[in-house]
């Protein structure tokens, strides 16, 4: 049960941290103006998914996850470069059944 009151604790703050960072930036004017906290929450929740074969891949993978997605955020029509790609533990293709 304690790791449960923690873990609420935890998303607690974590949302509020995530709500003063969009009103910052809704403040200085950054994000397009149907920006929503259920965006950033569930691009964290996406990035939490992300897996790799290292931590140095690991984050990698996660800037080059969340670029395109903080440019959307942003709504402008220019983009910055994205990060390299992550190296991936095999190259082989992905098969799709």
Known sequence: ?????HTGERRD???GAARRLAHRAKAAGRPSPDFVLDHLVLMVTADAGVQATSPAARAAASRRFAAPV??????SRTHSP???AAPQASAAPLAYT
């Open 82 to 84: 994205l990060p390299p």
């Open 13 to 15: 703050a974590g949302r």
């Open 1 to 5: 049960m304690t790791e449960l009151v």
């Open 70 to 75: 903080i440019q959307t955020f942003r709504g």
